[in-house]
């Protein structure tokens, strides 16, 4: 091989590696991102350790919905939450003897670790926000301790957990309005 023939060689394969790089910053930035799950706050939905698909352009097309789970920027720390949306702007989200009601109807949640939620709840979720909670009600820190988040602070909309291998499943679900 002569040296034009390298020189094209390697121009070429840095061609590729640099459109490869630029595809791979714009699908992780804008698109989709793989996330490990470090809490308890989620299960039985999602385990301490699980890892996630988020992808990122449902919260920037105002597509989120109720009983979506959703990582967004933890208001407290610098890192990322995951949680479950229970109001959307305007809903009326009551919390009171152990149940969930949002717009005055019970909410129907299957998913819950412990089927009780703890605290006493009676708000409006204002325009821009979101109401939040981890299926593991007993241990998680979510709305009932820090308020409504910012519809900005959204990351995007979990999709399906991927590992461990035998916990491979959907994290899509229903409207838990009854």
């Not at 352009?57 to 720390?77: C, D, H, V, W, Y």
Request: charge should be positive; aromatic fraction near 8%.
């Amino acid at each position: 091989m002569n040296k034009e023939n390298v020189k094209k060689e390697v121009f070429e394969w840095t061609k590729y590696l640099m459109v490869s790089v630029v595809l791979s910053l714009i699908v992780v930035n804008f698109v989709a991102q793989s996330t490990k799950v470090y809490s308890v706050s989620m299960q039985p939905t999602i385990y301490e350790g699980n890892r996630i698909l988020i992808e990122k352009i449902s919260q920037k097309m105002n597509l989120l919905k109720r009983g979506e789970i959703i990582a967004f920027k933890a208001p407290t720390q610098d890192e990322n939450f995951i949680k479950r949306i229970i109001g959307l702007p305007g809903d009326k989200v009551v919390i009171k003897d152990g149940k969930v009601f949002v717009n005055d109807k019970e909410l129907h949640e299957p998913y819950l670790k412990d089927g009780t939620t703890n605290g006493s709840i009676n708000l409006v979720v204002p325009s821009g926000k979101l109401f939040v909670m981890g299926d593991n009600r007993l241990n998680s820190y979510d709305s009932r301790a820090f308020g409504c988040i910012d519809l900005n602070s959204v990351v995007g909309r979990a999709l399906f957990q991927y590992y461990p291998l035998d916990k491979i499943s959907s994290l899509n679900q229903k409207d838990p309005i009854k």
